[in-house]
């Protein structure tokens, strides 16, 4: 019993109270997770119309479901698990693919702003910082290339570097190994990589 409360997190305190029917915990988990919901709905689609749709249709799914989950510790994976298979079957509904779409479509909105701020951050953290200068112009590539990769490969990267994922926690929400999660997103990185080399970039930190 000792073992299994050790291994317990705030969320999954949360969820216990939930289960009791508190409602405030829920909004709590909302305030906690919304962000992060729909940074990789967005990431995932280029649409923030849509991304605020599945996000807030994800967080209904966890109260919903609230029932079914045991507090191990595993939120997070269990939560970003519901958000892929929504994902996945939005896309499927739809018969087209989302991300596509919202690529052919001109124009930057506000959201996209913030979004490229987000991935200017990142392009920093994953760069030495002799070659950071030209981040925004980082960020644009990198935002670029989220949109060509596999979607199996994107998700990986994004729910890793932009999300927190642990490569186990991500491995379990894609429903895949760990190394084939390692796999996938060493390939993103190569080919991240690759475009960066083109502005003179030559090198990428581990991480």
């Known amino acids: ?9 705030d969320d999954d305190r949360l969820m216990i109270r939930l289960q009791e029917g508190d409602r405030s915990a829920f909004d709590a988990l909302v ?6 919901l729909f940074g990789f709905f967005v990431k995932n689609t280029r649409d923030p119309a849509l991304a605020e749709d599945l996000t807030q249709e994800t967080l209904l799914k966890v ?6 989950y045991l507090p191990l510790g595993k939120f997070r994976g269990w939560v970003f698990r519901i958000a892929r298979n929504l994902l996945i079957d939005t896309v499927r509904r739809r018969g087209h693919d989302a991300l596509v779409h919202a690529l052919k479509s001109k124009g930057r909105t506000n959201d996209d702003e913030g ?12 760069l030495p910082p002799e070659t950071q200068a030209g981040h925004r112009e980082l960020a644009e590539i990198v935002d670029g290339l989220l ?8 998700m990986t990267f994004t729910l890793h570097h932009f999300q927190g994922l642990s490569l186990p926690e991500v ?37």
């Open 147 to 154: 949109a060509e990769l596999p979607a199996e490969q994107r």
């Open 63 to 68: 109260y919903n479901l609230s029932w079914d």
């Open 171 to 207: 491995a379990e929400v894609l429903e895949s190994s760990v190394p084939t999660t390692k796999s996938r997103l060493r390939l993103a990185r190569e080919k991240l990589q690759a475009r960066l080399a083109k502005i003179g970039i030559s090198s990428l930190e581990e991480g």
């Open 115 to 126: 979004q490229t701020e987000a991935v200017a951050r990142l392009a920093c953290d994953l």
């Open 31 to 36: 305030d906690r997770h919304q962000c992060d």
């Open 1 to 9: 019993m000792l073992d299994i409360e050790s291994r317990r997190t």
